[in-house]
């Protein structure tokens, strides 16, 4: 783990630290049925999003298409945008050829208009960069006045612990990176992550000009602890650390 400070220039050859190329096929199917995406990450940003009929809403980081297609079928009317032209292929697959869904990379300027959206939904992705500040003030001028900023990261705590409770000894307080293997699909890339305390998220969103409107720590789907029974054997009660969800508003 290396401390940074926020902003800090990544190198080059890192500065896309998120290639999701090859293992597309494989975290598309992980993505369809496990606990933490479809009954604890996905039901929390649907609840969070409300009644979304007839609004206009970018899934910044769409992936396959799981959580686009739920909101379409709210009645949301939705473009996806991600960094992986394979995922992109896989969302185009499963929500129709006539889906506004294209490959962009949220650290480069988004191909969109300003004001064009009532809410972004930015799930499980910004913890891939580690600068925020470009990102959000795209994310904040497609949106429309009044409009909303959904994201989900991995939680700064549940990780802090379990680098602390697996020997690292790293700050909370500092923002720091960190790289893993992940095998899906008989394929295995490495990705980079960027972990940061509350307070540097906190002071990203308002930078930006959000205002934050909803913490949350939920619970996943009523449904999970029976399906899942090992995953819960040491849990207490109904919620554990996993991700954390904010609802963020603009002017």
Known sequence: MTPVSEGTALPADSARAYDYDGIAEGYAAENESSLLNAYYERPAMLDLAGD????RI????????????????????????????????LARRRLGSDADVRVADLVDPLPLPDNAFDDVVASLVLHYLQDWGPTLMELRRVLKPGGRLLVSVEHPFAIWI???????????????DRTEEWTLGGQTTRLRFWDRPLHAMTDAFTAAGFRIGVISEPAPAPTARDLFPESF??????????????VLETD
Do not use: H, K, P
């Open 233 to 246: 054997r040491e849990v207490v009660g109904e919620r554990f650390l996993g991700f954390l969800f904010f």
């Open 58 to 89: 970018l899934d910044a980081g769409c992936g396959s298409g799981a959580l686009f297609a739920e909101l379409r079928d709210r009645g949301a009317s939705v473009s996806g945008i991600d960094a992986s032209a394979a995922m992109v292929e």
């Open 162 to 176: 379990a680098e602390r409770s697996a020997g690292a000894r790293t700050d909370y307080f500092q923002t720091r």
């Open 52 to 55: 979304v009929a007839g609004r």
